[in-house]
């Protein structure tokens, strides 16, 4: 099958249910939905704290974690730098789906799939 480059392509079932493909394409190899990157393993809700350019972000993750010395929940937070294809817009604040991946760099095995949510700005403050 031969694909002309440039023309418009159908984002890829990248095998996770429920996740809608973003409405823009790229033209990134490491893009879930437009290049060749394959997803395993575990997806992780985190909040954007830190977005550079050169298609990197950095995420915080909070997650509970049980102590079963003393039967309760402890609050852990992680940050996780992921990739950010650019068919996907993000800013500080908003919620994201990230899906890990294979090591695309010496931090980053993660890759953002999906924007959950934006800031609201309705938070008072000028
Ligand atoms: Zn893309």
């Known amino acids: 099958m031969s694909q002309a480059g440039g023309a418009f392509k159908t984002p890829r079932n990248i095998g996770i249910p429920g996740v809608k493909p973003p409405e823009k394409t790229c033209n990134d190899p490491k893009c879930p939905w437009h ?26 993750h909070e997650y509970l ?44 095995a993660f890759v953002v799939i999906s924007v959950l949510g934006k800031k609201e700005s309705s938070q008072g403050g000028a």
Do not use: F
């Not at 290049?35 to 915080?60: N, Q, S, W």
């Not at 996907?88 to 931090?107: F, H, N, Q, S, Y």
């Open 65 to 108: 974690h049980y102590v079963s010395k003393y039967m309760r929940y402890e609050r852990r937070r992680r940050k996780i730098h992921v990739h950010v294809p650019p068919c996907i817009d993000i800013r500080e604040g908003d919620r994201v789906l990230l899906a890990e991946t294979r090591p695309l760099a010496k931090t980053i």
């Open 35 to 60: 290049g060749h990157l394959k997803v395993r393993g575990v997806l992780i809700e985190g909040m954007v704290v830190k977005t550079r350019g050169r298609k990197t972000a950095i995420i915080l």
